[in-house]
């Protein structure tokens, strides 16, 4: 762990504004333990800061540049969605990342709302463009670009994932590589680089957007979905946000400070679109609540009645009660309350 400076305007004033006790917060910790290396360093209370200067939320101290690295080349990755884990629920399977397996075939639907957002600003035109995915995980982005015509390539830190979209979506060395975004010499150049929620991740989105500066030509268009403190679900529920989450989400961006980091590493913000969100309303909303609720009082009982316990065991199958914990608390935790109005897609191409 380290304590950094704000990666915006380098000033080392803050305020804290949250404190976190992971151990509390039990899907953020789950969902991300098996990654690190050492274990004891997630656990206690992790701190979230205000610039005093600039305003750019950020957690701090945090996993040090080394120890990043080490998380996300990480052969037990876990991000995105609980359910292409399958080890977490069945003891029998081997501990591994899983998923791909039935996703072979091209659903155009699945990231249509990505492709909308792109063709908005490049037109409709496909062939010929060169995009580049920048922690592409397995690659399935890549896989549908290509579908739809795109001269496409990912990029991603953990050889795990790699291989497995090589297997998955046969997609060779040159499509899909374990690299570095400095990795690239200045010769490869892009004409739409995508960073689906990579940038709260890193420990400097300064840096890794100067890094891209250099496969850039004067009109390629960079996309960068992230959470935005600007979101109304980020007004309503504060800490409980789902996002809120210390030691996966190094950076909070409101729009001013990404567009403000934009401008510091020499882009310029086009615009800013919201997520597939918009598809979701009200209701939705109110039933993860209630969803949410319910799952964290069953999961009260579970742990603490003997009796429903053994009432389950007959359903568990071969999942040990560690697992089906896990399985619990995973399902619909009472404080996800994401997927609201809360991603945006930032664009931005390179200042004159
Ligand atoms: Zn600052």
Redo the contacts with the bound molecule.
């Keep these: 762990m380290e304590e950094v400076p704000?990666?915006?305007?380098?000033?080392d004033q803050?305020t804290i504004t949250y404190r976190i006790n992971v151990v509390e917060s039990n899907m953020r910790y789950y969902r991300y333990a098996r990654n690190v290396p050492d274990r004891e360093q997630m656990t206690g209370e992790q701190r979230i800061v205000t610039?005093?200067?600039?305003?750019?939320i950020y957690t701090n101290p945090r996993f040090s540049p080394g120890e990043l690295q080490k998380v996300y080349s990480s052969d037990r990755i876990i991000g995105g969605n609980w359910k292409n884990f399958p080890y977490l629920f069945d003891s029998s399977q081997p501990d591994v990342f899983q998923s791909g397996q039935k996703s072979t075939s091209y659903n155009p639907g699945l990231y249509q709302w990505k492709f909308d957002i792109i063709q908005h600003y490049t037109g409709k035109k496909t062939k010929g463009i060169r995009l580049l995915d920048l922690g592409c995980g397995d690659g399935k982005f890549v896989h549908d670009a290509l579908q739809r015509g795109y001269d496409a390539r990912g990029i991603d830190l953990s050889p795990d994932r790699i291989r497995k979209g090589r297997e998955v979506f046969g997609l060779d060395e040159e499509r899909l590589r374990c690299m570095n975004a400095d990795d690239f010499s200045s010769e490869d150049q892009f004409d739409v680089i995508v960073m689906w929620d990579i940038i709260e991740h890193v420990g400097s989105p300064a840096s890794i957007l100067q890094s891209i500066k250099k496969i850039c030509h004067p009109r390629t268009l960079v996309f960068i979905l992230t959470m935005s403190v600007d979101s109304i679900t980020y007004k309503l529920f504060g800490k409980n946000w789902n996002y809120v989450n210390p030691t996966q989400h190094l950076t909070y961006f409101s729009h001013r400070t990404m567009r403000e980091m934009l401008q510091k590493s020499g882009f310029q913000l086009m615009g800013v679109e919201m997520d597939d969100s918009r598809r979701k309303n009200v209701i939705h909303l109110v039933a993860r609540i209630l969803l949410g609720q319910a799952n964290r009082f069953f999961f009260y009982v579970y742990t603490r009645k003997n009796f429903l316990r053994k009432l389950f065991r007959p359903f568990q199958g071969e999942i040990t009660d560690e697992r089906m914990h896990i399985r619990l608390e995973n399902l619909y935790p009472g404080s996800y309350i994401g997927r609201y109005h809360d991603n945006f897609v930032f664009v931005s191409k390179p200042e004159k």
């Design positions: 704000c990666d915006l305007c380098d000033s803050s610039c005093s200067n600039c305003g750019l």
